[in-house]
Every structure is written in structure tokens, then in C-alpha cells.
């Protein structure tokens, strides 16, 4: 919104000299001018810090979103070890991002490399960022911890958990933001100097390489180092299902995660009382409302996908399966989900449910165990999200997002040319390099200690029993040996065609 001025010089002069005392007039008409313009100004401030922190609850509530999808997907008797991990990344992540996190993802001014300003929000509030600001930006580093957390589920000792999680929120995760979300950035799209990366920056709008993939690499990198669970394959090599106890919480953590993304990527605009040049009707509220189209066309193009060529690979309908095609969806759109058709959001999702499936197969044959396929799903589909934006970013939509150069270089197949693809293959390429190199040594440093791995016998009995002083509810896993307590087993079919009474 335009700042509206008054000059009771030149308004005197307009009043011409009939008027008495015209200077006086015109001082009494603007202060009245500037009041109201203050009033609007203070309303635009109030409207988009709302809109801001309503947003930030929503992403905060996919923490229970993980939760429960964690939770299920874990056997019984490990349910509570898990959940408390998912409660110890809101807090632990809470503290070292005030602490350190902000000021080194958003402590402007700054270098390209890393902010220096803001530790502990020493200037808040300013011209440039409210506390509503740091709220949702510490929302999106909790969720990256939390995606780590569930590829290492059910053999990691607790103390690990506390390591890893505050060094990811307070330290790792921040400094990919600053690089790609900072004014200061050096592969930003919003970087203020104009030097952007290939004269585009990278347009990752609200994450599928600053969060997803930073939490999915993470995550390979611990369940690498710590290697499968007990049982997950046998003396031959063959995989063995290690099914989660709660196909009901894995629904339940689904739909909380789809609800928390309509926080996460419509409000990564951050504002949303502002006007675009076409005016009326169509500003920024109406891209707010394409993005969470495009958000969710991408998430049920995934499910679909995933469930029918689940049902063609294994012969089950499998909600699991499809729970997860659906997130891998999510996933993938984040990057491009302000910058794309809804029909490019389709063909988003279609790919990577095909994407998701094929890196699951491969961790299979390479026995790589991730109880939650957080890996796979944020990892894998959230680097194909980062391809994606490149190829398929439309010029309209990315000149309105990022305004600050007008003749940026948009989508591959949209006629943008090659420029933002490479600008994203870069992305790709130092997001790797850089959580491998800090994640990958503290995981295995960790190892070393003997401080990464429960016991072998801690693990066959179950971290709630041995770690956490009971189990969450009596219920017996598949692999259990103790028959003792109610017993809950699935029941499978003992044939595939039903017998017809004669």
C-alpha cells in the first residue's frame, strides 16, 4: 500500500487567497489526511501480522501432524519414545532458534553466506521483521528437525535426538535459509544488491529444498550410519515388512499435515493485503488462493497416483502407501506452488508419486531402512519439487511473486530459458554438500561415542519399556515373542478369490 502524504504549503495554495486564513485550513486538512493515512497504514501492519501469525499456527500444528504419523508408523512399544522426540523437537528447536537460528538465517545486514544480527531477537520489532516473522520461520525449522527424526525412529538413543535436533534448528537448517530466503542470500531471489544467481536466484518459495530436503539428507545420513533395524532384513538380504502399529494415527497425522500446509505454503507470501498492478479484483490475495490450489491438486494427484500403482506393483490397496504419495506431493509443490498453473501442479504430484516409489524400491535393494520413508518422501520429492519450479515457473505468476527484477528468467517448458534451471540444479548440488558435510560427521561422531544406537537388546524389548518406564497401551507388535496381554495381529487373507457356496 502506497504511503499518502500532505503538504499544507501547497494545500494553502490551492485554497487560493478568499479563504481565510488558508495556511491554517490547510494545516488542520492535513493533519486530518495524515491521521487517516496512519490509520491505513497501522491497518495494513495489523492485517498482514495476522494473516502472518495465523499461518504460523498452522505450520506449528503440523508438529502434531508428525506426531501422530510417527506414532503410527512405529511399532507399538516404541510409540512413546517417538512421540517424545516429536515434542522435544518443538521445544529444544524453540530455544536454539531465538537463541542462534534467526540471527543466522535472517540477521540482515549480512554476507551471502551467513547472517550476524539478531541473536535472540535483540532488535525486535523492526522496519523489516515483526515477531509474528520469527514465529513462522522457527514453525519451518521444527519442521525440518522433525522430518529427520522419523528416518532414525526406533533405534536412537534419546540423547542423540537432543544433539541432532539442536544443532539442525540452530545452526544447519538457518544457514540454507539465509542462502536462499535472505535478502542478503547469495542464491536468493529476493537478494536486494541485484546480483542474482544466474540473474534469476533460486525461486524455492516455501521450501522443498530449504526444508525438505534439508531434513530428508539429514535423515539419510543418520539412518546410513546407523544402519536397519533388527529384523528389517533377514540372513538373505530380503526385506521384511516392519509394519506400523496405527494405520488410524497415520491417517489422522495425514490430515493434520494437509491442513498445516495450507499455512505453509499460502503463507510463506508472509503479506497478504497487497495490491498487483492489474488492480480490482486480483492482488495477492488471489495468488494466496492459487497457491493453495496448486498445493492441493499436486498432494491428490500424488495420492491417486500412489495408490494405483501400488495396487499394480504389490495387489493391496494400501492407505499407508498413499498417505505418504500424498506428503510426497506436498513436498514437491512447496518449491513452485506460487509460480505454477494448477495444471503444472498436476503433472507435479503425478511425478513425484512416481518418484517416491522408485527411491523406495532403491533403498530396498541397497538395504537402507527409513521407518517413515522421511528420506525418500522429503528427500527424493522434494529435490524433483526443485527441478520441477524450474522447468514449469510461469512468467506472469514469477514477475508478480518477485517483483525486484522484471525481466527474470522463469520456466524451462514455459519459454524462460535454461537460467533458473540452473540456478536450481546449484541448489540441489550445495544442499547436499552442505548437510553432508555437518550433518554427516555428527551422526558419525555420535556413532563413534556410542551415544547414536540403543542396545541390541533395548531394541528387541522396546524403548518405551526400557528408556521410558512402560508402554503407551498394551498391544503387541507382529514380531513380538511375549503373548502375554490382549493381542492385536492383522488378519490376511488365506486366499485371493472367495469361495462360492454350492
Not at 503410527?72 to 517424545?84: C, P, Y
Not at 531471489?189 to 530428508?216: C, E, N, Y
Not at 499436486?298 to 493391496?316: E, P, Q
Amino acid at each position: 500500500m502506497a504511503v499518502m502524504t500532505c503538504s499544507s504549503g501547497d494545500l494553502a495554495q490551492l485554497l487560493g487567497p478568499n479563504v481565510l486564513n488558508s495556511t491554517g485550513a490547510a494545516d488542520f486538512i492535513c493533519s486530518q489526511f495524515n491521521t487517516v493515512s496512519d490509520n491505513f497504514s497501522a491497518t495494513q501492519y495489523a492485517v498482514d501480522n495476522t494473516y502472518l501469525l495465523f499461518s504460523a499456527y498452522l505450520v506449528f500444528s503440523m508438529q502434531l501432524g508428525f506426531a501422530m504419523l510417527c506414532a503410527g508408523s512405529v511399532r507399538a512399544k516404541n510409540t512413546m519414545n517417538i512421540m517424545l522426540t516429536n515434542v522435544l523437537d518443538a521445544a529444544a528447536g524453540g530455544l536454539f532458534y531465538y537463541l542462534f537460528g534467526f540471527a543466522f538465517a535472517f540477521g540482515t545486514p549480512s554476507n551471502g553466506f551467513i547472517g550476524k544480527h539478531n541473536f535472540g531477537l535483540k532488535t525486535f520489532p523492526s522496519i523489516n521483521f515483526d515477531y509474528s516473522y520469527f514465529l513462522y520461520q522457527w514453525a519451518f525449522a521444527i519442521a525440518a528437525a522433525g522430518i529427520t527424526s522419523g528416518s532414525i525412529a526406533e533405534r536412537t538413543q534419546f540423547v542423540a535426538y537432543l544433539i541432532y535436533s539442536s544443532f539442525l534448528t540452530g545452526f544447519v537448517y538457518p544457514v540454507v535459509s539465509h542462502w536462499f530466503w535472505s535478502v542478503d542470500g547469495w542464491a536468493s531471489a529476493t537478494r536486494t544488491d541485484g546480483d542474482l544467481l544466474f540473474g534469476t536466484g533460486v525461486i524455492d518459495f516455501a521450501g522443498s529444498g530449504v526444508v525438505h530436503m534439508v531434513g530428508g539428507i539429514a535423515g539419510l545420513w543418520g539412518a546410513l550410519i546407523e544402519g536397519p533395524r533388527i529384523g528389517r532384513f533377514d540372513h538373505s538380504g530380503k526385506a521384511i515388512a516392519l509394519r506400523g502399529h496405527s494405520a488410524s494415527l497415520v491417517v489422522l497425522g495425514t490430515f493434520l499435515l494437509w491442513f498445516g500446509w495450507y499455512g505453509f505454503n499460502p503463507g510463506s507470501f508472509t503479506k497478504i493485503l497487497s495490491a498487483y498492478p492489474a488492480g480490482g479484483y486480483y492482488g495477492q490475495w488471489s495468488a494466496i488462493g492459487r497457491t493453495a490450489v496448486t498445493t492441493t491438486l499436486a498432494g491428490s494427484t500424488a495420492a491417486l497416483t500412489t495408490l494405483f500403482g501400488k495396487r499394480i506393483l504389490s495387489g493391496h490397496w494400501n492407505v499407508t502407501d498413499v498417505c505418504n504419495g500424498l506428503l510426497g506431493g506436498f513436498a514437491a509443490i512447496t518449491a513452485g506452488c506460487s509460480v505454477v498453473e494448477p495444471w503444472a501442479a498436476i503433472i507435479c504430484g503425478f511425478v513425484a508419486s512416481l518418484v517416491l516409489i522408485g527411491c523406495n524400491k532403491l533403498a530396498e535393494i541397497l538395504k537402507f531402512d527409513d521407518p517413515l520413508e522421511a528420506a525418500q518422501l522429503h528427500g527424493g520429492c522434494g529435490t524433483w519439487g526443485v527441478i520441477f519450479t524450474a522447468l514449469f515457473a510461469s512468467k506472469k505468476y514469477v514477475r508478480e511473486v518477485y517483483p525486484n527484477k522484471p525481466d527474470r528468467p522463469y520456466g524451462l517448458f514455459m519459454g524462460g530459458g535454461g537460467k533458473l534451471l540452473g540456478a536450481h540444479l546449484i541448489q540441489i548440488v550445495v544442499i547436499i554438500g552442505w548437510v553432508s558435510a555437518t550433518m554427516g560427521p555428527l551422526f558419525f561422531v555420535l556413532h563413534k561415542l556410542k551415544l547414536l544406537r540403543i542396545s541390541s537388546e533395548d531394541e528387541m524389548s522396546g524403548m518405551d519399556m526400557t528408556r521410558h518406564g512402560g508402554f503407551a497401551y498394551i498391544y503387541h507388535d507382529d514380531d513380538d515373542t511375549n503373548k502375554n496381554g490382549i493381542q492385536l495381529r492383522r488378519v490376511e487373507p488365506t486366499s485371493k478369490t472367495p469361495t462360492q457356496n454350492v
